[in-house]
């Protein structure tokens, strides 16, 4: 069977067009007999190394003596200048908040946790003594874990969050040596609350020298979010 000349040319297209990548590779074009000659071929130098070597040497050596150019964000050596200013809604690392009587303000309703797009967040609730918490305060958090490491910081856990039990600091994201240290737990959290109010001059439920909360919505204390009415206190209800 005689093939048409139309075929014939496609068909010794193809073939070209799949000979030529290997041809680069081997230096050797199939259509011709003698070998490519444009590759350069290294010096005896070249093959070392070494010239490449030492230049680089030079450069890092220039780059040692040149002033840093980095920030210290939280050194005690930085200047006003260098450290981090957070701007107005900065997101920075959680911390969880505790009303006057030193008590955490989460009820584990887990509302941050479903929130949360990025599921870092972990809570195993517990119920609540009646003489520390109140008659209408039924769970705590047993475990409040977040893994930072999955976090987003993007505040839909506060947004979320019905009691105003949870919030971020301005604190800059730290750096963690170990994945472990990463997964913050109830404690640290608690710790985060302490230090962030006590940069801020409040006490530890937020409260200023005026008797007023900033940081919580519309200044309202932790009695007020938390559920702690004078007229609340008692004994709870069977099957509660």
């Known amino acids: 069977m005689i093939r048409p000349a139309k ?11 799949h000979n030529e990548p290997r041809a680069l590779m081997t230096g050797h074009d199939h259509g011709h007999d003698e070998p490519r000659t444009s590759e350069r071929k290294l010096t005896f130098w070249e093959r070392t190394y070494l010239p490449v070597i030492f230049k680089g ?6 780059m040692m003596f040149r002033p840093s150019a980095t920030i210290d ?20 690392e959680h911390y969880l908040k505790v009303d006057d009587g030193g008590n955490i ?4 309703c887990f ?9 870092c967040i972990t809570i195993v609730g517990e119920p609540t003594p009646v003489d520390e918490f109140g008659a209408q305060r039924f769970k705590k958090p047993q475990v409040f874990e977040i893994d930072m490491l999955k976090c987003i910081y ?6 979320a969050c019905p009691k105003d039990a949870i ?4 604190t800059y994201n730290q750096v963690h040596t170990k994945r472990s240290d990463a997964i913050y737990d109830m404690q640290r959290l608690l710790k985060n609350n302490d230090e962030f109010m006590a940069s801020l001059n409040l006490s530890r439920s ?24 004078p007229f609340r206190v008692g004994t709870r209800e069977g099957g509660a």
């Open 57 to 62: 040497l030079v450069n890092t050596f220039k």
């Open 73 to 92: 964000y939280v050194g005690r050596d930085s200047k006003p200048e260098q450290r981090h200013i957070p701007a107005v809604g900065y997101r920075g």
């Open 154 to 159: 993007c505040g839909m856990c506060v947004e």
């Open 206 to 229: 937020g409260k200023d020298a005026t008797g007023k909360y900033p940081l919580s919505p519309d200044g309202c204390g932790p009695d007020v979010t938390h559920g702690l009415q």
């Open 111 to 119: 509302m941050c946790s479903t929130a949360c797009p990025a599921e």
């Open 7 to 17: 075929e014939i040319a496609v068909s010794a297209a193809h073939e070209h067009a």
């Open 105 to 108: 303000k989460c009820v584990a």
């Open 167 to 170: 919030a971020m600091s301005t």
